[in-house]
């Protein structure tokens, strides 16, 4: 193999993998403010340094301040870190060929942040941090509306079967624990059938991050469009990241040997732990 074959062998090994060479760093005072739950002395590496598009592919464009954007500076944890339970087990090991990264990301101490609920955590927390607090509401599994607004100024639910009545009962309070209380509630009455029932149903065409494919049921499942990338002809890829059962780290997957990039442009979108996802299973928030 000559010298140059040699060179495009292995750049398209780099750009078809993650990068093995992605600065981890202490988080800046701008991460730390659109990322509020890390830690300052927390090692971190960005979604947007770590897998860098396919060879021949770029990025699609985004606006600043949206959630797409926001998700590609989604902080990761080092190269190799495995996937754990909310009782810290083992779920995955950070060999495994299906994972590509896990997310610098807490996932609670009960068994609530699961697949569907890793996705509105993510959503709620780009809304708390982009100043859009008063949009946070997500429905219960019933139909309910629960808003952060009413639960900060003390509401509470009182549930009895499908029926959910609001009566003020606690002090009013918009700290960040009375928000991680507020969105263990959520995940506790909202899932996977809450999700499908999103009244926006992007078509195959306009996919883009922030996006995520759900099938409704018990289990069903839901994943996360994290990026997308296409070429000069169209065809598109995506990164897409998932929570599970029971509650774990949310961690970006990887389809196999040819890297974490999915492509885009099947009938369907084949995942390594679920049945593929029809495109009717787009939704968006």
């Given amino acids: 193999m000559n010298r140059i074959a040699l060179h495009c062998l292995l750049l398209g090994s780099v750009l078809l993998s993650p990068r093995a060479d992605a600065e981890s760093h202490t988080p800046t005072r701008e991460e730390l403010s659109r990322y509020p739950w890390l830690a300052p002395s927390t090692s971190v590496r960005t979604l947007e340094a770590a897998f860098p598009p396919p060879s021949g592919y770029t990025r699609m464009d985004v606006e600043p301040g949206t959630f797409a954007a926001w998700l590609r500076g989604l902080p990761l944890r080092p190269s190799g870190t495995p996937v754990r339970d909310y009782q810290g087990g ?11 990264a896990v997310a610098e990301l807490d996932v609670g101490t009960a068994n609530l942040q699961q697949c569907a609920d890793s996705i509105i955590r993510l959503h709620a927390e780009w809304q708390w941090a982009s100043n859009q607090k008063e949009r946070i509401a997500y429905r219960f599994t019933s139909g309910h ?13 009182r549930i ?36 499908q029932a999103e009244k ?3 078509g195959r065409e306009d996919v883009r991050p922030g996006d995520f494919f759900v099938m409704g049921g018990s289990p069903g499942h839901a994943v996360l469009v994290l990026d997308v990338a296409h ?55």
Avoid: C
């Avoid at 509306?145 to 639910?157: E, F, H, I, Q, V």
């Avoid at 990887?254 to 442009?265: I, K, T």
């Fill in 90 to 100: 083992e779920i995955l090991s950070g060999t495994d060929g299906r994972l590509a």
């Fill in 145 to 157: 509306l629960a808003s952060w607004t009413k639960y900060a100024a003390g509401d509470r639910p």
């Fill in 160 to 195: 009895s079967g499908s029926k959910v009545a609001w009566a003020r009962t606690s002090s009013a309070s918009k700290t960040r624990p009375t928000f991680r209380a507020y969105l263990d509630l959520v995940f506790t009455y909202a899932g996977t059938l809450s999700l």
């Fill in 200 to 202: 926006n149903h992007p």
């Fill in 231 to 285: 070429d000069v002809k169209g065809q598109r890829m995506a990164l897409l990241g998932q929570g599970f059962i029971p509650a774990q780290d949310f961690h970006v997957l990887s389809p196999g040997r040819q890297g974490p990039w999915f492509s885009l442009e099947d009938p369907e979108v084949a995942t390594p732990f679920w049945k593929p996802f029809a495109w009717s299973s787009l939704r968006r928030f």
